[in-house]
C-alpha cells in the first residue's frame, strides 16, 4: 500500500479545515423555536420508533449530516461510501455495488455467498432488507439516516445482534423538490432529483430518481491499450403516493432498480509474500497503479430490484396503529475472474500472471429469483410522558434461487460446473416495549420480543466436468437440511436527566441471530450449518449539550460477549466456504462523538470509535490460504494447513474509526461561498479468520472536499469536489485459495455539480 507521511496528511487536513464550510445540520436537524442561529439544532431520529431528540434517546445512536451525505455521495458512490463515517461502522464487498457487507463494532460477516446472513441489519423505511442484493440499494432522497449499535431485536426484529443501519426516505405531503447534476472523473456522471405535488383533498405524490454512470477506466494490459472493466449503469426510481384524512395516513410505495456494469475487479499477487503493501503489474518493486490489470476473463454484473409497499397509519388519539406491508424482489447475474489473471496451466497468450497463480479460477454466482414478503403491525401510545407502550406482531417469508456456475478458462462461455441452491425461510415475532418518565426526568423502558425462525435448504450440483478438481469433482446429489430455533430477546435501558444540558444512560440489550445454512456446492460435497448465536451488550454513556447550545459531546463505552458466534470460513487451500460456531466473542469499547459551532459561520464534528474483540474457543481451527501467505497463527499438531484462530480479532474489524468535519460559509451577495472537508480512517483489518501478513491493511485514510456557492434560497448550488482527495491505495479485502489476490478501494474522483431546489 502506498503510505502518506504525517506531514502530507497534516497538509491536507489543514487546507481542508481552512477552506471547510456548508452549515452542516444534522440530518432532519431542526432548530428549536428562539434557538440562534449560531446555536446547534435538534437532532431529531426514530430510533424507538417514534420521533425523539437523539440525546433522549438510551442508546448508541448515529446520524449523517446533509452535508456529509453530500459530500460522501459525490462522484457517483455507493452505499459503501458511509464506511467509517460514525464511529464503529464498516462497509466492504467483494461484489461490488450490489452485495455491501455491514460491520458494526466489529460484528459482521465475511461470507460472499448470496445466501448469507448477516448480523448487521439494513431497514428501509421500517422494512427490514434481508438478502445481501437488496442492503445495496442506492442511497437518494433520504429524510435521515441511523445507526443504531448493539442489539435492537425488540423493535427491528431477526438478525440485528450487532446493529441496525437505517434509512427514512422523504415522504410526499408537499409540492416543491430538487435536482442536481454533476460530471467527474473516469467519465462519471451523476443526475438526482426529486418532485412532490400536493393538494387541498390530502392526496400527494413525490418521485425520485437517481441515475449513475462511469466509463471502464481500468485497463487489461494484456489486450492492448484501452479500458475494459470498472464501469457501470446504476438506475433506481422512487415513486410515492399518499392520501391523508384527518388521523388516517395511507402510502404506497414502488421502488426499481437496475444496475449493469463491471464485478469487482480482483488482481492477482497484488502484494509480495511477506508484505502487505501494493505492488503492480511488473512483481515486488514496481510500483502498484489502480487503473491497470491483468484480470481479463469475462466480468459482467447485472442486477435488478423491485418493491412495492403499503404503509398505513391511523391515529386513534391516546394511540396509533400502523401496518407495513411490504414486498421486494429481485435477480443478480455477476461473473469475474476470480484469481485475478491468467493461470500459468493453461496455453494463453502472452503467458501466465501476474505471478503464479496454478489454476484458473472463473466463477458466475446468479440468483434467478429472489422474492421477501414482509407484514409489520404495532400499536404504539402517543405519549411522551407517563406510561407509554408499543406492542406488534412481524412475519417474513423469502425464497431463494441460487445458480453458482464454474468456467474452465477466462473466455469460456459453457460452464464446466454447475451448482444450485434452494432456499425457503419463514419467521414470525411478537414484541412489546413499555417506558415510565417520572417527574425527577428518570426513564426507564423495558423491551421483550418473542422470534421463531425455519429455514429449507435444498443444494446439489447437477453438472462437473472436471474429474478429481482439487479432490472433489463430479456430480453431487441434492441434498436437504433444514434449521430452526425460537427464544426471547430483551431490552431494558435507564435514562436519567441531570440536567438540562446532561443525559446520562444505561442499557442491557439480548440479541440473536437466526441459525443459517451454508451450501455453495461448486467448491464442496457436504452442506454446512450455524446454530442460532445470542449476544449479551451492556452500554452506558453521557450525552451533552454545552456552550449555550454551540456544542454537543456524547460517550458510549459496551461491552459484549456472544455465544455461538456465526462465522464463516472463506477459501483456504481446500476453496471451501463452511459455516462455523465459534464458542464465545468478547468484544468492548467505546463511541465518542462531538459537534461544535465554536464561531459564527464554522461548525465541526468528529467521531472517534475503539473496538476491541476476541474470538475464545480453543477447539476452533481453519484451513490457511492456498498462496504462499505467512499465517501467524499456531498450527494444529497433526493437520497440516489448519491453523487455531482462538484468540483471534475478528475479520474487517478495525480497531480504531476516527472521522472528522469541518465547514465553512462566508456571505455573498443574495448567497453565500462555502467549504466543507471530511476524513475517514481506520486502523489495521485483517481479511479472513486465520491472521497472516499479506491478508491484511495497515491502515486507510480517505478525504474529500466540497467547495461552492449557494443562494440563500437555495435555488441554485454550484459546487466542485474530490473524493480521496490523498489518491490513498489500500487493499479492503482478498481472495485466498490459489495466489495472494487483492481487491482495492475506489479512486480519487474529482468533478463539478450542479443543483437547484425547487
Known amino acids: 500500500m502506498r503510505r502518506i507521511s504525517v506531514s502530507a496528511i497534516s497538509r491536507f487536513a489543514l487546507a481542508g479545515a481552512l477552506l471547510a464550510g456548508g452549515l452542516s445540520q444534522p440530518v432532519l436537524a431542526q432548530d428549536e423555536a428562539g434557538v440562534d442561529d449560531d446555536q446547534l439544532g435538534t437532532i431529531v431520529v426514530t430510533a424507538q420508533r417514534r420521533e425523539e431528540n437523539i440525546q433522549d434517546v438510551p442508546l448508541s445512536v448515529s446520524t449523517l449530516s446533509n452535508d456529509a451525505l453530500n459530500a460522501v455521495q459525490s462522484g457517483g458512490n455507493d452505499i459503501r461510501s458511509l464506511a467509517g463515517r460514525v464511529p464503529n461502522l464498516n462497509i466492504e464487498s467483494s ?5 455491501p457487507r455491514f460491520f458494526i463494532r466489529g460484528l459482521g460477516n465475511t461470507d ?63 409540492t416543491g423538490g430538487y435536482a442536481k447534476v454533476s460530471i467527474a472523473r473516469l467519465g462519471t456522471y451523476q443526475v438526482e432529483g426529486a418532485a412532490g405535488v400536493a393538494d387541498d383533498n390530502g392526496f400527494s405524490v413525490r418521485l425520485s430518481a437517481l441515475y449513475q454512470h462511469r466509463d ?108 407495513v406491508t411490504s414486498y421486494w424482489e429481485g435477480d443478480l447475474q455477476s461473473r469475474g475472474d476470480i484469481d485475478g489473471g491468467f493461470s500459468n496451466d493453461l496455453p494463453f497468450t502472452p503467458p501466465g500472471g501476474p505471478g503464479s497463480i496454478p489454476f484458473s479460477a472463473q466463477t458466475q454466482d446468479d440468483v434467478p429469483s429472489l422474492n421477501q414478503y414482509t407484514q409489520e403491525i404495532r400499536v404504539a401510545s402517543n405519549n411522551d410522558e407517563g406510561l407509554g407502550y408499543q406492542f406488534g406482531g412481524f412475519y417474513f417469508n423469502e425464497r431463494l434461487d441460487i445458480t453458482t456456475l464454474d468456467f474452465g478458462a477466462p473466455q469460456d462461455v459453457t460452464p464446466a460446473a454447475i451448482a444450485r441452491q434452494r432456499q425457503v425461510s419463514e419467521a414470525f415475532g411478537i414484541f412489546g416495549s413499555v417506558f415510565y418518565a417520572f417527574d425527577n426526568g428518570l426513564k426507564l423502558q ?48 435507564a435514562l436519567y436527566e441531570v440536567s438540562p444540558d446532561i443525559n446520562i444512560f444505561a442499557r442491557a440489550a439480548r440479541g440473536y441471530r437466526a441459525p443459517a445454512i451454508q451450501g455453495r456446492l461448486a467448491f464442496g460435497r457436504t452442506l454446512s450449518t450455524a446454530t442460532d448465536e445470542r449476544t449479551m451488550s451492556y452500554e452506558a454513556g453521557i450525552k451533552t449539550t454545552f456552550l449555550d447550545g454551540r456544542a454537543r459531546f456524547n460517550l458510549t463505552g459496551y461491552y459484549y460477549n456472544t455465544e455461538d458466534l456465526q462465522l464463516t470460513a472463506v477459501g483456504g487451500g481446500s476453496n471451501f466456504t463452511t459455516l462455523l460456531n465459534a464458542d464465545d466473542v468478547e468484544g468492548y469499547g467505546f463511541e465518542a462523538e462531538l459537534e461544535a459551532r465554536p464561531v459564527e459561520n464554522l461548525t465541526f464534528t468528529v467521531g472517534v470509535g475503539y ?63 462555502y467549504a466543507f ?19 491484511s491493511d495497515d491502515s486507510l485514510l480517505e478525504g474529500g472536499l466540497r467547495v461552492g456557492y449557494r443562494t440563500g434560497n437555495g435555488k441554485i448550488d454550484i459546487a466542485g469536489f474530490v473524493r480521496n482527495i490523498t489518491g490513498d491505495e489500500s487493499a479492503v479485502g482478498g481472495i485466498d485459495f490459489n495466489n495472494l489476490t487483492t481487491f482495492v478501494n475506489q479512486p480519487r474522483i474529482y468533478g463539478l455539480e450542479i443543483g437547484t431546489k425547487f
Do not use: H
Request: glycine fraction near 12%; charge should be negative.
Open 95 to 99: 461484489f461490488g455495488r450490489t452485495f
Open 112 to 174: 460472499f455467498d448470496l445466501n448469507a446472513s448477516q448480523p448487521v441489519s439494513l431497514v428501509y423505511d421500517d422494512v427490514v432488507l434481508e438478502n445481501p442484493i437488496l442492503k445495496g440499494f442506492p442511497v437518494f432522497d433520504l429524510d435521515r439516516i441511523e445507526v443504531l449499535r448493539g442489539p435492537q431485536g425488540t423493535l427491528f426484529g431477526r438478525n440485528t445482534p450487532a446493529g441496525i443501519v437505517k434509512f427514512d426516505t422523504v415522504k410526499p405531503g408537499e
Open 216 to 323: 471502464d477506466w481500468i485497463d487489461n494490459v494484456d489486450n492492448g491499450p484501452g479500458n475494459d472493466l470498472g464501469g457501470y449503469d446504476d438506475v433506481a426510481a422512487r415513486l410515492q403516493l399518499q392520501y391523508e384524512d384527518g388521523p388516517l395516513t395511507a402510502r404506497l410505495v414502488g421502488q426499481v432498480r437496475t444496475m449493469d456494469g463491471s464485478a469487482i475487479v480482483f488482481r492477482a499477487n497484488s502484494v509480495a509474500t511477506g508484505s502487505n503493501d501494493l505492488i503492480g503489474l511488473g512483481g515486488p518493486g514496481t510500483e502498484f497503479e489502480r487503473d491497470l490489470t491483468r484480470s481479463d476473463g469475462i466480468n459482467f454484473q447485472k442486477l435488478n430490484n423491485y418493491n412495492l409497499g403499503l404503509t398505513v397509519e391511523y391515529d386513534f388519539g391516546p394511540v396509533t396503529l400502523t401496518s
Open 446 to 493: 423495558g423491551g421483550l420480543r418473542y422470534n421463531d425462525d425455519q429455514r429449507d435448504f435444498v443444494a446439489g450440483r447437477t453438472l462437473d466436468t472436471r474429474p478429481g478438481f482439487l479432490g472433489f469433482g463430479g456430480p453431487v446429489p441434492f441434498q436437504r437440511t433444514s434449521v430452526d430455533a425460537n427464544l426471547l430477546t430483551w431490552d431494558l435501558s
Open 611 to 673: 473496538n476491541e474483540n476476541e474470538i475464545k474457543d480453543d477447539d476452533l481451527a481453519v484451513a490457511g490460504c492456498g498462496a504462499p501467505c505467512t499465517v501467524l497463527d499456531p498450527a494444529v499438531a497433526g493437520s497440516p494447513g489448519i491453523f487455531s484462530i482462538d484468540g483471534n480479532t475478528l475479520p474487517q474489524s478495525p480497531r480504531w474509526t476516527v472521522n472528522w468535519t469541518a465547514g465553512y460559509n462566508i456571505p455573498l451577495g443574495s448567497g453565500e461561498l
Open 677 to 695: 472537508t471530511d476524513w475517514y480512517y481506520r486502523s489495521k483489518i485483517n481479511f479472513f479468520l486465520y491472521e497472516s501478513v499479506e491478508f
